[in-house]
């Protein structure tokens, strides 16, 4: 058994949570816990709201309310979109806390002794209209790195980088555009970040190799650049106070003290447990792992800046930091500065959690960022969820409760090559979900419904019912260990899913007491439950109706004839190999066989698609194009792909076909 902390972003509480907050921390984090939980280690999984950020100070004085009003409000909405759609904390706490404000107190000290804080005098934005020094949200420019306008003062959202203000481009106070910046002297405490270069350095060479690249390569770039001293403080009135003389007027800086909320909560919980200690089983075991979700925005501060302060106290460092790219809404970052979202109460208002639960998971932003649209969002739900896995355990439980009402029984399974397949998908979710991979464990558990359908067709036992009932029993049996197995395998996607198809398979207790293994294991006996349809179907007319405005549709192409349809040849064939062009950064060459001769594939994917990613996948090639050239290489057709703004999706079956099935 484990002990494993599983550390998630908090979020600022300055408005709802929406689908990209979802997508990129909170449900990857609760996968990875539920499914540690079903194997019997010790999960802490611990996040809250973050209430001391600017953001929260700019709601306030748009609102006319004071920061901890604005904060406290959002805190509870926050939390309240969490439990409903199942994200399984163990505490969600938040940074207006005694039991916070004692931690970060307790750093702050330990890193001063340490001898690694000390006061400097610096210059700060000022904006002289508003007679205060400005925090770096308050302050806006144009980036000095990509040229982007609406950079902050603190970070600019379009390419990432931290920023301090002065480095900004014609940089104003946000809330008086029209006022010229002024820079004035003010004492601060610096944390010097500088002195852990080399630490962190020789860290990320240390067997890093289960990190993602994205991750690697975003903390390697700034390490390589080199680390600047930051300060800690700013002259603020909301936030955590810094306890030393002459610094009444300042405030913790957020930045240094929310990411010290992973400890403070541990400790919380601990409390409240009445086990004061018990935090230390996470904390102070060398052999506890450490695993910290956020999106992409945030990885400096949880591949550099915690682990330095970390450092500094002699505390553990993370064993991952499984950062997510960005999900995107018309190929635009979910923002709620610009209130540009799907936000999650009003989803929850309308839709199920767990449709979203699974659709997030199945285009989960993982090596690259994603798009959300409404069509795609039902046609996934519609065809994936609702036809594959909710049809598979519908018709199988539904069909056995029918014909066999007071029970089935069979000694040993008809059809030995379900519980193969069984272990085959249970294996391969099992090293995904271990490694942060969790479409591809998604992907697993679906290709194991969609091969049982198939095989439900094939087997037919309503015909066998009429020929040979203990023979169409024995195989109902292993139908249902197929659908057990699978509730079990659900459960850290689908949780209340997997529990309502355990209740209707009649087994005793639940999945989660069951455990992960539990799935191989199959039973012998089942009285079951007359089954309600897990999901309802989603009428996309009327989604697009409810969710898009009318003039907001998109317009359709000129119609054409379907002769002129008729001439594109468009087929389905299984990339059997990927090589990398050797004259051009951005191609790759794959092998697609038809059914026939393979033929080879000239594709601007790289960068956007990775070699395992499209090895073995079914994708639709138009094969009568005219070839051309690239570098060099002859293409031999052209494979089709939805393209939003930056987005590339490949167009591919949602079931298995035979290689040179033809698109009509």
Excluded at 107 to 124: H, K, N, S, V, Y
Excluded at 130 to 149: I, M, N, W
Excluded at 436 to 447: D, S, T, V
Excluded at 484 to 512: D, H, K, N, V
Aim: aromatic share 10%.
């Amino acid at each position: 058994m484990k002990h494993i902390l599983v550390a998630v972003a908090w979020p600022y509480a300055n408005g709802p949570l929406h689908l990209g907050h979802m997508a990129g921390c909170y449900l990857p984090a609760d996968i990875f816990a539920r499914y540690h939980r079903l194997k019997g280690n010790r999960v802490l999984m611990v996040s809250g709201s973050d209430m001391h950020g600017t953001p929260i100070m700019v709601t306030a004085q748009q609102e006319g309310a004071k920061p901890e009003e604005v904060a406290l409000r959002y805190h509870k909405l926050i939390t309240s979109s969490l439990e409903e759609m199942g994200i399984s904390f163990d505490l969600f706490t938040h940074t207006h806390t005694p039991e916070h404000e004692a931690v970060v107190h307790e750093i702050l000290g330990r890193l001063d002794e340490a001898g690694f804080i000390e006061p400097r005098t610096t210059t700060a934005p000022y904006d002289p209209k508003a007679g205060q020094f400005l925090p770096d949200r308050y302050v806006e420019g144009t980036c000095p790195h990509c040229k982007s306008t609406g950079a902050r003062g603190d970070q600019c959202d379009e390419c990432g980088k931290t920023l301090d203000a002065d480095e900004l481009i014609d940089p104003h106070p946000k809330l008086n555009p029209d006022v010229p910046l002024e820079f004035r002297e003010t004492e601060h405490l610096f944390f010097r970040l500088s002195a852990f270069r080399e630490q962190l350095l020789e860290w990320l060479s240390e067997g890093k190799g289960h990190w993602k690249s994205n991750v690697l390569k975003f903390t390697r770039n700034w390490l390589e650049e080199g680390l600047e001293d930051r300060a800690i403080t700013r002259d603020l009135e909301w936030g955590v106070p810094v306890p030393r003389d002459g610094y009444e007027s300042k405030r913790i800086y957020v930045w240094f003290e929310a990411v010290m909320g992973y400890y403070s909560a541990s400790r919380h919980w601990a409390q409240l447990q009445g086990e004061p200690e018990e935090w230390r089983k996470w904390w102070d075991d060398p052999e506890a792992e450490h695993r910290y979700f956020m999106a992409k925005d945030n990885i400096p501060f949880h591949t550099i800046i915690w682990p330095a302060m970390l450092l500094g106290c002699g505390m553990q460092l993370p064993h991952d930091v499984p950062a997510n790219e960005y999900l995107l809404l018309d190929s635009a970052q979910f923002s709620k500065s610009r209130r540009h979202a799907v936000w999650i109460p009003d989803y929850l208002e309308r839709y199920d959690s767990e449709a979203l639960r699974y659709y997030l998971a199945a285009v989960m932003p993982e090596q690259k960022d994603a798009n959300f649209s409404w069509e795609d969002y039902v046609t996934r739900v519609n065809t994936e969820l609702i036809g594959n896995l909710g049809n598979l355990l519908h018709r199988v439980v539904s069909f056995a409760q029918k014909n066999f009402p007071d029970g089935l029984h069979a000694d040993e399974c008809a059809l030995p090559e379900l519980r193969d397949r069984v272990a085959t998908a249970h294996a391969k979710m099992d090293a995904a979900l271990a490694a942060c991979k969790f479409k591809r464990g998604l992907a697993a558990m679906l290709e194991l419904s969609q091969a049982t359908n198939a095989a439900l067709n094939a087997a037919a036992p309503w015909k066998l019912l009429k020929q040979d009932r203990a023979a169409c029993e024995a195989q109902l049996v292993g139908f249902l260990n197929v659908c057990r197995a699978l509730s079990i395998m659900m459960m850290p996607f689908l949780p209340r899913t997997g529990e309502t198809a355990w209740r209707y398979l009649g087994q005793p207790g639940t999945p989660q007491a069951a455990g992960w293994e539990a799935a191989l294991d199959g039973a012998t006996d089942f009285t079951l439950q007359r089954p309600e349809p897990l999901f309802a179907k989603l009428d996309l007319k009327q989604v697009l109706e409810k969710e898009m405005p009318q003039d907001e549709l998109p317009e359709l192409k000129p119609e054409i004839s379907f002769d002129d349809f008729k001439k594109l040849d468009i087929r389905v064939g299984t990339v059997v190999g990927v090589e990398k062009h050797p004259d051009a950064d951005k191609l790759w060459l794959l092998d697609v066989d038809f059914g026939g001769p393979t033929r080879r594939l000239v594709t601007g994917l790289r960068g956007v698609y990775e070699a395992d990613e499209l090895q073995g996948r079914q994708i639709a090639v138009l094969v009568n194009l005219q070839r051309a050239k690239f570098r060099g290489v002859e293409s031999e057709g052209m494979l089709l792909a939805a393209e939003s703004g930056k987005l590339v999706s490949l167009l591919q079956p949602d079931q298995q076909v035979e290689n040179g099935s033809r698109i009509h």
